[in-house]
């Protein structure tokens, strides 16, 4: 063995290509533009060229079958012929339009539940367990790995999400039963294994991020037994378990399961899993898989010191028996940080996205493996680099920095809290006396259609001057008031048609913000986000959604809602400087809010909503963690809102995951009403928020914005019958569970419509 021998890997890499094409064919096809045929040379001409960009960066693991039509999520559930009963599927492999039936729904059948994949904003779609038992109906990653040798002479290495994770996303699994069930996927899986195992595949890559979430002495005992029994399957087969997002629940355990090589996540769980690591050893017949490069941001690395933190354990692990890698798949960062030519020059050398990421992995591995003059060179280059990009003077704001400290220790000394709830209440029934029970409202957006997204770009191109784009928000504005005017919605908003995202719209007023042009990232299904790149310190310029607000409201007599996004979303949704703690650069984003909440009471707006979809998606994945960020994600909220008059009502808005552990948090928030998704997920969180006497206003989202489908009055009457078995009505608004950007109008209005019906019915009923 020659000393350059230090592989190199990558869990996963993006699968939307360089201009979103792959969103692009997706929609077309979608929308009956194009054929299932063009649909698919044009996702196959994508899965090629990524397959080439990671051969051309060096990689010796080149994954497959990483890259999915729609989510990998879903791809395991349908090779495991899991449809859900409610549609019509008589076994065999799942076709595409099937496999987009389950994630999107149909007229008949509402769609599968989606939720965060840990703690990234990527959505995968949940699994449902029926107890029929899972059959293999293809073999896709044998297909991707025949594909990529056939038309590339690339030997892949396939990725499958291993039994235990997939068991563990599964919805339905009664309690208790999930270790039976884990078995019940042996055989799925021995064969899948024994297929790419006469193929002669180089290896197996088997994701198992669930390892690092709280697991029973059991869960690991019946894990190194169903490992061992797919090594009986597949007796010659390198098996490779990657864990990632944060250190292995139980080391020990991992390191003896009966597989060749061993994923770890040195840069998120590093300290764990470094102790762990230097307290434990690592055997002896094993591969050690490193990720070192940071997967999650989109920040250069330090080569420098992490090639000196390798050499630390190469008494532990030889060298010989390394792998070099990311730390989880470049699916959460963009593709390149080279197209990205309008940033500044310092902040642009300041990024790496995933190719970057590559580069910087395969360089590591060249100077750990044999350094030469140049390698050298080379880490030295990226260690000043990062050093001056922290001492940047652009990044710093005394100013905000001294100002915000005197205005915590000013609300500390106060609780950072508003006037008590109850009484909060009293006023917002004396000012708006003309509500009805159960308000009716909406989260905000309102069809984001072609038009809309045209004259944003006629603006921001400069075809268009200031007047005229203001007249044609104005213009919108009033025609969607008139529309909720007409449908008979109690609530109002704007409608938001000035936003393209509702992170990027605050991030672009405030200061301390950078926007990538390409920097596109998969949020779910054909939807990508372009995360803001929050590399400064945060100030508050001038108001952001007063104008619109305002104007909103000079058309109707009605309350309008102002819209804001809360801090914590902000920051979740946003690629956040790595140079100081998240809480810190939270605070900044309250106080600026702080300052747009004031801005809108000024202008008359009584109602406002601080959009927090994305809490729960920063929970640190162990239980350890989550108290010291629950803490400072609350407090954020509070200060961004605690600032506002009593009389006036704050509302937010949660999506897509599972609240029930944080009723607690929910009711630190203290906003007057908070409106979550209930209409995927039936009433379960509704009996939750009982159970834990919730008193705070309630926002139901009685129907499915994710889907085209216009579901009934009678359904959503059924659903707002339910909860008021359970709280009293005078708890509840009536609104979708999301905003409705994504949304034709057609169907948009036909919804809402029946939305307002059903309320009506429900409250002749009292
Ligand atoms: N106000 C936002 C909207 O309606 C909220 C979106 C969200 O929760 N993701 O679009
Ligand atoms: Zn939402």
């Known amino acids: 063995m020659t000393a350059s021998s230090v592989k190199t890997s990558a869990a996963g890499y993006p699968r939307i290509g360089y201009d ?18 063009e649909l698919e040379q044009e996702l196959d001409k994508i899965e090629l ?15 497959v079958n990483d890259y999915s039509w729609y989510d990998h999520v879903l791809d395991m559930t349908t090779m495991f012929g899991l449809i859900p009963s409610r549609y019509s599927y008589e076994g065999g492999e799942v076709s595409p339009d099937l496999m987009f039936a389950l994630a999107r729904g149909t007229q008949d059948a509402v769609a599968c539940e989606m939720t965060k994949w840990f703690n990234t904003n990527y959505h995968y779609i949940v699994p449902e367990w029926e107890g029929r038992a899972p059959q293999l109906t293809s073999n896709r990653p044998l297909q991707a790995y025949r594909k990529a040798k056939l038309q590339l002479g690339i030997e892949g290495k396939p990725v499958i999400i291993g039994p235990y994770t997939y068991v563990r996303s599964l919805k339905g699994v009664p309690a208790g039963e999930r270790l039976q069930v884990l078995k019940q996927f042996i055989g799925v899986y021995s064969d899948i294994l024994r297929e790419l195992e006469a193929e ?14 709280a697991m029973k002495p059991e869960d690991w005992q019946a894990v190194q037994s169903v490992y061992e029994q797919l090594r009986i399957a597949a007796p010659t087969l390198p098996l490779w378990v990657q864990t990632y997002f944060d250190a292995v629940s139980d080391y020990e355990a991992f390191v003896q399961l009966p597989v060749n090589t061993l994923g770890l996540d040195f840069v998120h769980g590093k300290a764990s899993n470094e102790a762990a690591l230097r307290k434990s050893g690592f055997p002896q017949d094993k591969t050690l898989a490193l990720g070192v490069i940071d997967g999650r941001n989109i920040w250069r690395t330090d080569l420098q010191e992490v090639a000196e933190w390798l050499e630390s354990v190469a008494s ?32 642009r050398e300041a990024l790496a996205f995933a190719d970057e990421k590559l580069e910087e992995t395969v360089q590591l591995a060249r100077h750990i493996a044999q350094p030469s003059e140049a390698t050298r060179a080379a880490l030295n280059d990226s260690a000043a680099r990062v050093l001056s990009w922290r001492n940047e003077p652009s990044r710093q704001r005394a100013d905000i920095v001294e100002a915000l400290h005197e205005l915590l220790e000013e609300e500390k000394a106060k609780g950072i809290k508003r006037t008590p709830y109850e009484e909060r209440r009293v006023l917002h029934s004396k000012r708006w006396p003309e509500l009805p029970l159960l308000p009716t409202t909406t989260i905000g957006s309102m069809p984001q259609t072609a038009d809309i997204r045209r004259a944003r770009l006629r603006y921001r191109k400069g075809e268009w001057d200031a007047r005229t784009y203001e007249a044609f928000l104005e213009e919108e504005m009033t025609r969607w008031i008139r529309i909720q005017e007409d449908i008979g919605i109690d609530v109002l908003v704007h409608g938001e048609f000035e936003r393209t995202d509702m992170v990027e719209y605050f991030g672009e007023k405030l200061d301390g913000f950078a926007f990538t042009k390409f920097g596109w990232v998969q949020s779910y299904g054909s939807r990508c986000v372009k995360p803001p790149v929050l590399y400064g310190d945060v100030a508050f310029t001038e108001p952001m959604t007063v104008k619109e607000t305002a104007f909103a409201q000079s058309l109707t007599a009605q309350p309008v809602k102002g819209m804001l996004t809360g801090p914590v979303t902000i920051l979740n949704w946003s690629f956040v400087r790595n140079d100081v703690p998240r809480e810190q650069a939270a605070f900044q984003l309250a106080y600026a809010l702080r300052q747009e909440i004031a801005a809108l009471e000024q202008a008359g707006i009584g109602m406002i909503q601080v959009d927090e979809p994305a809490v729960k998606e920063g929970m640190p994945l162990k239980a350890e963690d989550a108290s010291y960020y629950t803490e400072w994600a609350v407090l954020a909220f509070r200060l961004a809102t605690c600032g506002a008059e009593p009389k006036t009502q704050i509302h937010t808005h949660m999506c897509y995951c599972d609240f029930s552990d944080m009723v607690d948090t929910i009711r630190k928030m203290d906003a007057d009403v908070i409106s979550l998704e209930t209409a995927r997920s039936g009433g379960d969180m509704i009996a939750t928020l009982e159970k834990q006497h919730y008193e705070l206003g309630i926002g139901l989202g009685v129907y499915d914005i994710h889907s085209p489908r216009v579901p009934s009055v009678e359904e959503m009457e059924q659903l707002i019958e339910q909860a008021l078995a359970v709280l009293p009505v005078e708890s509840f608004w009536i609104n979708p569970d999301c905003g409705l950007k994504t949304r034709h109008e057609p169907e948009t209005v036909a919804a809402l419509r029946h939305m307002v019906e059903a309320t009506k019915r429900v409250r002749q009923q009292r």
């Open 20 to 37: 979103r094409e792959w969103k692009k064919a997706l929609e077309q096809y979608w929308a009956k533009k194009i054929s299932a045929q």
């Open 49 to 63: 060229q990524r397959l080439t960009k990671m051969q051309q960066a060096g990689l010796d693991y080149i994954p």
């Open 200 to 213: 002669g595949v180089p290896c197996v890559q088997l994701d198992e991020p669930a390892f690092v979430l």
């Open 316 to 347: 532990i692990v030889p060298k010989e028996r390394w792998i070099v890698q990311p730390s989880c798949s470049l699916l959460h960062v963009p593709l390149t940080a080279t197209r990205e030519t309008e940033l500044p020059e310092v902040i």
